[in-house]
């Protein structure tokens, strides 16, 4: 099996609606519709994934649940790691196998997606518990055009995960660090 390389970036947008005008204007079309991800991140009790930089992420959405391995950060101007994902019947027995094989989670967080689609790349707008951003990914060119047509440089790209981000945030505002959920949660 070929390794799968992701390549991304996100754009911070004031709120969703900004966001979904700019996409529209790009002329992207729509591919899928708002709705709730939950995302579970595991690894072992001794970190062993952590210290690889590398990710295991259980995702569940509408119904449907995606087991994803993401392999370490590669050096580039944008985020681009190896990621192989497939889809499972039963997100929450998958959790209960993995917990019995001796994963545990570690951090969940919790988005709302929209994704629409522009030539060869998928936007997506993802509102989180500490913001707004846009999720481009897709070939290096790809990415950087629709950048540039939603009137933003490369300076602005943010190669962070959304743990990252959260972290980041909690150091900023004095707060505990947690799971990233919403509040009604």
């Known amino acids: 099996m070929a390794a799968i390389l992701e390549r ?10 900004e966001a979904r005008q700019a996409i529209m204007a790009t002329g992207a079309t ?20 952590r210290r690889r930089r590398c990710v295991l992420r259980v995702r569940l959405e509408c119904g449907k649940t995606l087991l994803t391995f993401k392999g370490p950060v590669q050096s580039s101007p944008m985020k681009l790691r190896e990621e192989l994902e497939t889809v ?14 001796g994963f545990r989670v570690w951090f969940r967080y919790e988005k709302y997606r929209e ?18 951003f846009v999720e481009i990914e897709g070939s290096e060119q ?12 490369p300076a602005d790209y943010v190669t962070d995960s959304y743990r990252g981000l959260f972290v980041k945030h909690c150091q900023q505002h004095g707060l505990p660090l947690t799971d990233m959920l919403f509040e009604e949660s």
């Not at 519709?33 to 970190?47: K, P």
């Not at 994704?115 to 707004?132: C, K, Y």
């Not at 790809?142 to 440089?153: C, E, F, Y």
């Open 30 to 49: 729509a591919l899928r519709g708002r709705r709730l991800q939950e995302d579970y991140l595991l690894d072992t009790a001794d970190d062993t994934l």
């Open 8 to 17: 991304e970036i996100k754009l911070g947008f004031r709120d969703a609606e």
């Open 115 to 132: 994704e629409f689609a522009h030539e060869d790349v998928t936007i997506a707008i993802d509102e989180t518990p500490v913001g707004t």
């Open 88 to 101: 499972v019947a039963d997100g929450l027995l998958l959790l209960h196998v993995l917990e019995e094989l």
């Open 142 to 153: 790809g990415i950087d055009d629709m950048a540039a047509a939603l009137a933003r440089k």
